[in-house]
Antibody, heavy 120, light 111 residues
Framework: EVQLVQSGAEVKKPGESLKISCETSGFKFSDYWIGWVRQMPGKGLEWMGIIYPGDFDTRYSRSFQGQVTISVDTSITTAYLQWDSLKASDSAMYYC?????????????WGQGTLVTVSS | QSVLTQPPSASGTPGQKVIMSCSGSSSDIGRNTVNWYQQLPGTAPRLLIYENNKRPSGVPDRFSGSKSGTSASLAISGLQSDDEGDYYCTSWDDNLNVYVVFGGGTKLTVL
């Protein structure tokens, strides 16, 4: 059974750094694109970017390029989303998402979401 | 502002058929397949339709998708109260650094 289990909710202050995780199981981690999707409060879904654990090829949406870092640790089949300096506008629900073996494949599986709140 | 355009709301009564639209351009829907996601209140999205008209295992055949040119649509027949939620279309954009594009979502209300 494919599972994506995300880390718990976070409350941070502006300017702080943060790294949230997505622990995966039930499939060959190196073969599938793993990405992140943002959902701001009361808003729609926004695709942020993806990474291919097999060769660490990483692609970002233009909107998120330079704002976040997507990475993986293949030894523990876990993906990460990282901020160096959070802003209040980063407050949102973040979903980990497993796409297919091709980067243009749909998102077949979703994590449960990690709520990030950034407030002074 | 979303790249793909969806009507913000749709509604129907139990048993009815509802059709939602998704409009794109030649660089996204015009060249690539369309996927649809359902997000019920307070839950993560789930894949409903992929590659325009295919249903993942476990999705009832009440849900169907189609695509023509730069537009796509999702039809839900035999509407049920459990179908109430948000529906998003997505496609792939061939432009560099755009990749996956989402519609703004359609909120379905079952009256």
């Amino acid at each position: 059974e494919v599972q994506l289990v995300q880390s718990g909710a976070e409350v941070k202050k502006p300017g702080e750094s943060l790294k949230i995780s997505c622990e995966t199981s039930g499939f060959k981690f190196s073969d599938y694109w793993i990405g992140w999707v943002r959902q701001m409060p009361g808003k729609g879904l926004e695709w942020m970017g993806i990474i291919y654990p097999g060769d660490f090829d990483t692609r970002y949406s233009r909107s998120f390029q330079g704002q976040v870092t997507i990475s993986v640790d293949t030894s523990i089949t876990t993906a990460y989303l990282q901020w160096d300096s959070l802003k209040a506008s980063d407050s949102a629900m973040y979903y980990c998402a497993r796409q297919g073996v091709v980067s243009s494949n749909p998102i077949y599986y979703w994590g449960q979401g990690t709520l990030v709140t950034v407030s002074s | 502002q979303s790249v793909l355009t969806q009507p913000p709301s749709a509604s129907g009564t139990p048993g009815q058929k509802v059709i939602m639209s998704c409009s794109g351009s030649s660089s996204d829907i015009g060249r690539n397949t369309v996927n649809w996601y359902q997000q019920l209140p307070g839950t993560a999205p789930r894949l409903l339709i992929y590659e325009n008209n295919k249903r993942p295992s476990g999705v009832p055949d009440r849900f169907s998708g189609s695509k023509s040119g730069t537009s796509a649509s999702l039809a839900i027949s035999g509407l049920q109260s459990d179908d109430e939620g948000d529906y998003y279309c997505t496609s792939w954009d061939d432009n560099l650094n755009v990749y996956v594009v989402f519609g703004g979502g359609t909120k379905l209300t079952v009256l």
